[in-house]
């Protein structure tokens, strides 16, 4: 006999897992903190590769006059790169940490309705497992 709640509790277990249960499922892998520290760290990763390209190809595109006044050096300028660099990623730093939150923390609820869904399918199961175990020691004691 089929049990219409298991079938509609399996269907909505399905539909979750294969739309937006797998991003929600990878982030539940991780505690909040973690998975937004994880994220931010490879935000500030990518942003200094980012940064050493454009430097790299600002280098390259201007290597004679580089060459040029490299004993002119102005070391002033040279540090307003480098603090430009770090505000740059300390504002992408905190845009991925709010961002990363914010899905972690919209993903939460919908991990925890996917969890108490697959209890109740365990439940469901038990409990026939239970009735055929009852079953079963009837005959055996007839």
Known sequence: MVNEEKVILM??????KESLGREDLEKGKYFQSDYVKLNCLKTIVSSTVLFVVFAAAY?????ADIVEKLTELDYVKVASIVGGYAVVCIAFALFAWVLYTYRYMKAKPKLIKYNQNLKKLIEFYENEDGTRRSVKKKRRAN
């Open 11 to 16: 269907t909505k277990i399905a539909m979750y």
């Open 59 to 63: 280098i390259y595109y201007n290597l």
